[in-house]
């Protein structure tokens, strides 16, 4: 149990999944935050006095800052986003126009591959990460470029808007352009190096995460070593796996001597209790059950995978296997930046599938919310620190304002509490984010807000 000085405490309601078929919401109540960032106490409107009493551990009540909500606002968790891709961010909106293989061709690659001017990356860093916190991203688990230089400055950009984030340098050795591929041996020595240089910056919201590509873009002997250096270095891993059909076929072809996709990430040690595979929607029962024995984790995708036209997850399906999930924007696959488009899009996706599959029953708003916070946060191996308001948790948080200026929706007199959340989540964006909390500080693009406006 942390212990430390009380020094904010935010009054008024209160959303969170206490498991994917249960949110609570609690009206007019408290969560009362310490200095470390870690929650101290969360209670019910008539027990707020008291539990500031109780928590203070001798400061004065008037050192604690009381952040009092309007009826019209809530507090909420932070998104999670389990998979985005930094540089392409630049292009999100535009290239929607070809299936994943050719896409990666005549967009990405050349896109990526122009982060090695340290401009260019500085420009699209500092853009995407004060865009993902404005629309609630909290903790974003980002792929960088394969450049060393590129992929510090996207974590030394995190670090300075404070956003939780996993920083992944790409490993890609065969299969790509000349013009944006590495050696096997300079592959894995930047990855080394960058996991000594993020860890290095001592900093709590910064992780360095070992990531291949795709199995297609990386040579047995850089994945075997991947595996290695993740292992002796304790970092997750994070790569993508069964998001096309053609993508699928050309590992089988590489690797006929291994049984499936699944199994070819399993033989090269890639596949553990802290790796995250993006997409996964053709993985078979052997793939998932193999999935669950490992304890790795799937992040849906479901904006990137309508838009590339690459298939539909059955989130029902891996959920039913008991296998980790959580959702992902993937830009730039994904064009939106907003983990509340992932949302809609993952109820659209889990519609899709009852349409094949009348036993597959839709997934309701409150579990796609639950996949966001929760979900995600047990994906990235932080359950126990994140994901909802609970004490000793840290608080990484949005206070959200259903009637703010602006908002793309309305509110009335009779709405209740949880209408109104409802509302938020199937039609608000970062218009109604008031502020966004992680580690128990604001944000700074929100402060640079707040002392623009005094």
């Not at 959702?327 to 983990?339: I, R």
Request: with cysteine; aromatic share 8%; glycine share 6%.
């Amino acid at each position: 149990e942390a212990k430390g000085a009380l020094k904010h405490v935010f009054k008024g309601n209160v959303a969170h999944s206490l498991s994917i078929s249960e949110l609570e919401i609690i009206e007019n109540g408290a969560i009362g935050v310490r200095e470390d960032g870690t929650i101290a106490f969360v209670s019910a409107q008539n027990d707020v006095e008291a539990n500031i009493a109780k928590h203070l551990n001798g400061v004065d009540r008037a050192q604690v800052s009381v952040h009092e909500l309007a009826r019209t606002q809530i507090i909420i968790p932070g998104l999670i986003d389990t998979h985005i891709h930094a540089p392409q961010y630049r292009f999100a909106g535009t290239g929607t126009d070809l299936p994943l293989l050719k896409w990666l061709e005549k967009y990405t690659f050349p896109f990526e591959s122009q982060c090695k001017d340290t401009s260019v990356a500085s420009d699209v860093f500092d853009k995407v990460v004060r865009r993902t916190l404005r629309n609630g991203t909290t903790t974003a688990v980002y792929y960088s470029t394969i450049h060393y230089d590129a992929t510090m400055i996207l974590a030394q950009r995190c670090a300075k808007y404070g956003q939780r984030a996993f920083i992944g340098k790409v490993c890609m050795d065969r299969n790509s352009p000349d013009f944006y591929v590495e050696t096997t041996q300079s592959s894995l020595e930047d990855a080394k190096k960058i996991v000594a240089q993020v860890k290095g910056m001592h900093n709590p919201l910064l992780v360095p995460i070992i990531t291949p590509r795709f199995a297609p873009s990386c040579t047995p002997e850089l994945m075997r070593a991947l595996g290695d250096l993740a292992r002796t270095e304790d970092v997750p891993i994070q790569s993508h796996i069964s998001e096309n059909k053609d993508e699928v076929e050309w590992v089988r072809s590489l690797h006929p001597e291994l049984s499936t996709y699944t199994h070819v990430y399993d033989h090269f040690g890639l596949l553990n209790d802290r790796t995250i595979m993006a997409h996964g929607i053709y993985l078979s029962d052997e793939e998932l059950d193999l999935f669950k024995q490992r304890e790795a984790a799937i992040s849906h995708c479901p904006t990137s995978n309508f838009v590339l036209q690459s298939g539909v997850l059955s989130a029902r399906r891996v959920l039913a296997k008991g296998i980790k999930l959580g959702l992902g924007t993937d830009v730039s696959g994904g064009p939106q930046p907003s983990l509340l488009h992932a949302i809609r899009e993952a109820l659209s996706a889990s519609s899709a599938v009852f349409f094949n599959d009348p036993a597959s029953k839709p997934l309701l708003y409150q579990e796609a919310f639950y996949l966001a916070t929760v979900g995600g946060a047990q994906v990235i191996g932080m359950q126990d620190k994140l994901g909802n308001f609970q004490t000793g948790k840290i608080f990484d948080a949005l206070v959200v304002d259903f009637a703010s200026r602006d908002s793309p929706f309305d509110v009335f007199a009779g709405d209740s509490v949880g209408e109104m959340f409802q509302k938020f989540v199937f039609l608000g964006d970062d218009r109604n984010i008031a502020s966004v909390w992680v580690h128990g500080r604001k944000s700074i693009p929100f402060e640079e807000e707040s002392q623009s406006t005094q």
